[in-house]
């Protein structure tokens, strides 16, 4: 698993530009570190879970697609 916040307090530690501010006030993670992280799980074994923000590894049970509640 891969905490949203902690990686991004860990990015921002190493370069600040790879992080912002977000519209909630919230420490959020660049779009470009983003964009190469999707790049680098581009298959189907990594999802995205909105309600624990973090990414992990697909379960049996998830449903189909990146995002899962």
Do not use: P
């Amino acid at each position: 698993m891969l905490d949203q916040e902690n990686a991004a307090w860990q990015l921002t530690k190493k370069d600040k530009s790879l992080t912002y501010q977000n519209d909630n006030g919230n420490l959020a993670i660049s779009k470009g570190v983003l964009a190469e992280f999707n790049k680098l799980t581009m298959g189907d074994d990594v999802v995205w879970s909105r309600s624990g923000r973090h990414w992990r590894f697909r379960e049996k049970y998830d449903k189909l697609g990146r995002m899962q509640d």
